[in-house]
């Protein structure tokens, strides 16, 4: 049996952060009923990529859509309300992100949905959170990117800042929905009580930024830019070789035996980088010294040294590449999305006892219309 097995999510989130929270719940056996407006979500149409019949699948809704049915609902509609209300009776957990505020004037707010169904888990995902100065403006992840600090250290030193590539901030707040969620669903077990869960993209990011904070709050400069090198250690990031770039990662502890490998046992004693401080003090020093004789070689040559003194080392990958290793295949990490030949990232997380399962592909908008609203039972 699937640890959420019996676990009813209405689902009303859209974009990133609500659809991924959704889609690892129902990986673990919860249903959930995705409801969307009469027009589908937006994230159906964004990016690039388009796949299924008319195009109504973009990559990005096939990636975090899975074990989901779809429903369409006109939220504002007096025929919309009374069916949410009759929707609400049989969930176990709401999902929302809409701006703080929206949901109860739509009618099924927290206290709406409690009035219906006492022990209901009411999942709230928003940009700043249900409280404080800024609960009422937008968030997405490129702004709060930008708003917690996280491009001023992202990018070169001197250069305009940059993003995060891959949305980190939605993701990992939709990983903390579902663990909330989770929790909520342990304490109703013992106690029989639901509850609310405020969860904001404006807490995940300056939890994501927290060893920072701590560094510069424990007297560090304030951290700006250093491109594709780790900030708290030196040698440690991305470099190029001849070939190709290469990532490299170098501690306290290693160090020794890295300048040895290289036959740059100077390194060791100089005063410039005796120590991880002194390296990261004078870390383009360090590099004038490293990055030319890394452009003598091939990447795979440096790689090899490394690993052989057990260094953390590793080829630069696109995603054409990550999609032929063979270590995604033995971890199941890419899988087919069942639209045309669109493929997507599979379950991150591995239970050996009970482990997630990919039961059905992302829902047609309104597939499942019929089968849910048609049953539904007056309250």
Sequence with gaps: MAPLEGIRVLDFSQAMAGPACGMLLGDFGAEVVKIEPPEGESSRRWGSARAGEGGQFSGLYLALNRNK???????????GKSNIRKLIASADVIL????????????????????????IIYCSISGFGQDGPLRDRPGLDMLLQAYVGHMSITGEPGRPSVRTGPSPIDLLTGAHAAYGISLALRERDKTGRGQEIDLSLYDTAVHLIGHYIADYTGGADLPGKHGPFFAFLAPYGMFA?????????????SYPAFCNAIDRGDLIVDPRFKTNVDRLRNRDALHEQLIPLFQTRGAQYWVELAMKIGIPTILVNDIGEVLQHEQAAAREMIVSSGVDAVRIAGIPLKLRQTPGEIRRKPPRLGEDNDRILGGLVDI
């Design 69 to 79: 049915s779809s429903i369409t609902i006109d939220l504002k509609s007096e025929e």
């Design 96 to 119: 929302e992100n809409f701006r703080p505020g929206v949901a109860s004037r739509l009618g099924f707010g927290y206290a709406d949905a409690a009035a219906i169904k006492p022990d």
């Design 241 to 253: 070789a001849r070939d190709r770039e290469f990532y490299l990662g170098v501690d306290s502890r």
